[in-house]
């Protein structure tokens, strides 16, 4: 059973930045797709952006374009959201999915973590 565990949420002002991170346990790193979604207060959950486990897609929501950005440490098991230029509307719970097809996109993923907040004040 894979196990992801997010860290790194808190507040920041309105302009900064704060980056995310999400341990995985359970399963070989190297073939799980990864990704983050979101879920502000009152709003359905979105997906923020994926990477497909052999690396050729990254998938972007247009909101975070050119502001967040993703990577992966494969020898710590981990994968990081870095998020720049934050604004109050991305202000949301953000939790990390994985699964073990190579998708990149807004899927059902097969696992997710328990989240992590994230207050953008302005």
């Known amino acids: 059973q894979v196990q992801l565990a997010e860290s790194g949420g808190g507040l920041v002002q309105a302009g900064g930045s704060l980056r995310l991170s999400c341990v995985v346990s359970?399963?070989?790193?190297?073939?799980?797709?990864m990704g983050w979604f979101r879920q502000a207060p009152g709003k359905e959950r979105e997906f923020v952006i994926g990477?497909?486990?052999?690396?050729?897609?990254?998938y972007y929501a247009e909101s975070v374009k050119g502001r967040f950005a993703m990577s992966r440490d494969n020898a710590k098991n981990t994968v990081y959201l870095q998020m720049n230029s934050l604004e109050s509307e991305d202000t949301a719970v953000y939790y990390c999915v994985a699964d073990k097809e190579d998708i990149a996109g807004p899927y059902e993923y097969d696992y997710w973590g328990q989240g992590t907040p994230v207050t953008v004040s302005s």
């Open positions: 359970g399963r070989p790193f190297d073939y799980l797709s």
């Open positions: 990477r497909s486990w052999s690396g050729g897609t990254t």
